[in-house]
């Protein structure tokens, strides 16, 4: 009878409650199955054994927070490492960069994320872990062998602690050293490719005094058909129609040149002359500092270590400025290590219970958690520049607020460990809910719904469906919310430090981060597909459900219908993500971001879009536009033959003024004109100044219309847009590959769903997160393919279709092959 007490403990008894003599205290079996078995031998065995069945309870323990740990961190630091991998990754690939610097590039972008990753995943870990251990009931046969909530504290302990060093080391060492050389990797990338950074058909003003506009970029490197408008100070105007141009730098002279060939310069002096001189070779020399800052490479905050950071403190108060960036900077290299030791105590609180039920709602009360200590983390500086707060108290306020909760939730779990931590509805929420319970159906309903249903006999979900769905559904809107939170507050904490140096709003802030919304749901559906995936099939089999339902002759395709059936709706949403908003709000979300930075946004408006190039091919410069009066100020036009090779004809206006007519829909009114009519030999053919002239030019919509990219155009945009170019003999194969990527990725969901269901079987009732740990790594192998393959098609190596479609095609080809051959 002893023997059997000890192996099934109920939740109301008193050993359950921790109340069970001392001497229970004994050996634990190390497997999850046996620690309740283990209390009979460890009443017999007490005097010798005490010391190590302290030990396998530790290890015990570690062990099942760490495959959480490890599968939480790797989530994470992908997440965050996503934006970067597409955005830098793919863009040094394109252009040739070595393997090695694209590696060593990403590398050094992991501190970042892990600086955010670690506490995160440590305290999702330990929920895991204490759910697991509270739905097998093996936390109730724990306090059977007198394992109290504390005694849990020492293997909790160790793991924080470890985690704090590794933060700690992230924050103080590797980090300030990783942004520093990726900073320098991405100079030397752009100093030594410095014409990749000009892109066909947009106007590129990054050098100063010249705006470049490029027709063509070959692959192999250089520019086809360059217009270039040399506005140096100190002389005339200059205009080079060239055939070829590339950059030459040099970075131990810092020189940079343009060598121009094959072209001619157009100059109207002050003295009313014009003059056109044919060349075969030109340089231009650039100013250096552009390219080649001196002394590299500025550090920011960042980028320093806490002695850079004292110093440069040190400095700012002698010269009576405000220094609390840098103090803040100082405390956080030491608080958000702290977060591991607090995210602990509250990770135990919350996830050891006596309860089966419990482990969903603690895992959402930790991502509560998680917001609960970043969001003031990033609001506190706010608060320290107002002096409304010291700031090392802004730094270890949330440290501070949640050690004081997560202990008050340790002595609260302490004492009741039976009970679920929930939130109280209040009384007037639950009179409302209780006051109209539902009216039961009458019998005569009961019949008219079944004659309905015989009659119409249309398909309905079964029982299992709805079953499978709810499951699924609520495993991926936690996912998808967490991973959401996690984006965001990566984000806002990257921005922030713009707010508190006064280069932007909160307003600002407030739209940069809704404008990014529809591009982190593009990144965090795939995710969450997995994941839920991944969860659904691995409980159902953890639980014997699957093996039931196998028994009941319902095979595992038609068990995951439903989850197939939601990857088609999450892959449609992103095709429908890509069609409409995406484009447009990440063209908002970029501007914003540039002014963020001190940059000139390249998404210009109306009113300050100076240059434009018309639907015929003509250049147009303006120094204003004026939508209200649909006026254009300091016009001039630039029409050209033989793709913009030769100019043929230059004019200029004071003010154009646009007339409406029907009959001439583009016809404009000009004063204080001039034109100059030029032969292919480059003379002036006729010159004519007018007070008054016509001129032909686009509506007054187009000076409002985007420069276009394809980043932030919709598929249909792009087609059109692709479509044109091929008319005008452009090379569109860049276009093409980003055309493909819109149509393959949508099907990513699908892919990690036929992933996900084989691995998460195949794993077995005892290695569901091994299941969802070899998941989670081919799904980050998809990524990168993806990136790869784009890059490949980009510059060229690969065929465009091949470069979108190959990983889907490889990898769905992977999975068909597992879903074939699974036991079903």
């Known amino acids: 009878m002893e023997t059997r007490a000890a192996r099934r403990p109920s939740p109301s008894s008193p050993s359950s409650r921790g109340t069970a003599p001392r001497a229970a205290h004994g050996r634990l079996s190390p497997g999850p199955r046996k620690t309740a078995g283990a209390c009979a031998t460890g009443v017999r065995r007490a005097s010798y054994n005490e010391i190590d069945s302290v030990r396998i309870l530790d290890r015990y323990v570690i062990r099942e927070v760490l495959l959480p740990f490890v599968i939480a961190l790797l989530v994470f630091t992908f997440i965050l490492i996503v934006p970067s991998m597409m955005q830098y990754a793919e863009a040094f690939i394109a252009k040739g960069v070595a393997t090695t610097v694209v590696l060593r590039a990403m590398a050094t972008l992991l501190p970042s994320s892990l600086a955010l990753s670690i506490p995160s995943a440590l305290l999702i870990a330990l929920l895991i872990a204490f759910g697991r251990l509270s739905a097998d009931r093996e936390f109730v046969a724990m306090q059977a062998c007198g394992v109290s909530v504390a005694r849990l504290l020492w293997p909790v302990g160790i793991l924080s602690i470890i985690g704090w060093a590794s933060t700690s080391y992230v924050m103080i060492d590797a980090l300030p050293d990783a942004n520093q050389a990726f900073r320098q990797i991405a100079f030397n990338v752009l100093a030594e490719r410095a014409e990749g950074e000009v892109k066909p058909r947009i106007f590129f003003t990054e050098f100063p005094d010249l705006v470049i506009y490029v027709r063509d970029v070959p692959p ?21 129609l060239v055939r070829h141009g590339r950059v030459v730098l040099d970075a131990k002279k810092r020189t940079v040149e343009m060598v121009l060939e094959d072209g001619t310069r157009h100059t109207a002096n002050a003295d009313g002359t014009y003059q056109v001189v044919k060349f075969a070779r030109q340089v231009v020399t650039v100013n250096p500092d552009v390219v080649f800052p001196r002394g590299g490479p500025t550090k920011g905050d ?32 030491f608080a958000i290590p702290v977060a591991c030791l607090v995210f602990g105590v509250i990770g135990l609180a919350l996830g050891a219970t006596n309860r089966r039920d419990g482990k969903l709602g603690s895992f959402v009360f930790g991502l509560g958690v998680i917001f609960a200590y970043y969001i003031p983390l990033t609001l506190g500086p706010a608060l320290a520049k107002g002096h409304l707060l010291p700031p090392w108290l802004a730094v270890w306020g949330p440290n501070i607020i949640l050690s004081l ?31 109209a319970p539902p009216h039961p159906r009458t019998a005569a309903a009961a019949t008219v719904s079944v004659r309905r249903g015989l009659l119409a006999r249309l398909p309905r979900p079964s029982i299992l469906d709805r079953y499978v769905t709810m499951m699924y559904v609520r495993v991926f809107l936690l996912c998808a919310l967490g991973l959401l939170a996690l984006f965001y507050i990566s984000t806002f904490i990257d921005r922030s430090d713009k707010v508190f140096k006064g280069a932007a709003t909160w307003g600002m802030m407030g739209a940069y981060l809704g404008y990014l919304l529809p591009q982190y749901v593009y990144y965090v559906l795939p995710m969450s597909v997995l994941l839920a ?113 030769a100019l043929t004809r230059r004019s200029y ?70 479509d044109q170019l091929k008319t005008s003999g452009f090379d569109v194969i860049a276009q093409q590959v980003a055309l493909e990527r819109k149509a393959s990725f949508p099907f990513v969901t699908l892919i990690m769903t036929l992933i996900a269901v084989p691995f998460a079987v195949t794993a077995g009732r005892r290695g569901a997160m091994y299941g969802i740990g070899v998941g989670i790594v081919i799904a980050i192998s998809y990524w990168v393919a993806f990136s790869v393959f784009a890059a490949l098609g980009t510059g060229g190596v690969v065929a465009p279709m091949l470069a979108a479609w190959a990983p889907n095609l490889l990898f ?13």
């Open 220 to 240: 192999e490197g250089g520019w086809n058909d360059v217009f270039m408008a040399d506005n140096m100070p100190g002389r005339p105007q200059a205009i080079y």
């Open 302 to 333: 960042p980028e320093m270590t806490i002695a850079e950071l004292r110093l440069r403190a040190a400095e700012l108060e002698k010269a009576g400025t405000s220094s609390h960036n840098q103090i803040m900077a100082i405390h956080r290299k």
């Open 405 to 435: 909760v997560g202990a008050a939730l340790f002595v609260w779990r302490s004492r009741a460990a039976d009970q679920e931590f929930r939130l109280v509805r209040p009384q007037w929420l639950q009179r409302r809910r209780t006051a």
């Open 533 to 645: 995936s991944l969860v659904t099939i691995g409980v159902l089999t953890k639980n014997s459900e699957l093996i039931v339902m196998k028994a009941c002759g319902i095979s595992l395709y038609r068990v995951a219908m439903p989850m197939l059936g939601a990857a088609l709706v999450a892959g449609s949403t992103l095709f429908m993500l890509e069609q409409t908003i995406l484009g447009d709000w990440n063209r908002q979300a970029d501007a914003i971001r540039r002014v963020m930075n001190g940059i000139a946004p390249e998404t210009l408006d109306m009113l300050t879009r100076q240059w434009v190039v018309s639907s015929r091919g003509d250049i147009y410069h303006y120094n204003y536009f004026d939508p209200k009066n649909n006026a254009l100020m300091g016009l001039e036009v630039f029409e050209f033959s033989d793709g913009m090779r």
């Open 653 to 722: 206006a004071d003010i154009a003024r646009y007339v409406p007519d029907p009959g001439h829909p583009n016809m404009w009114r000009a004063e204080h004109t001039w034109s100059r009519e030029l032969l292919a030999s480059g003379d002036t053919r006729r010159f004519a100044a007018q007070p008054v002239a016509e001129f032909t030019l686009e509506p007054p919509a187009y000076f409002g219309t985007r420069q276009p990219e394809p980043q932030f155009m919709s598929y249909s945009q792009l087609r059109s847009y692709i």
């Open 812 to 824: 769905g080809a992977g999975a068909a092959y597992l879903l074939l051959t699974v036991r079903t």
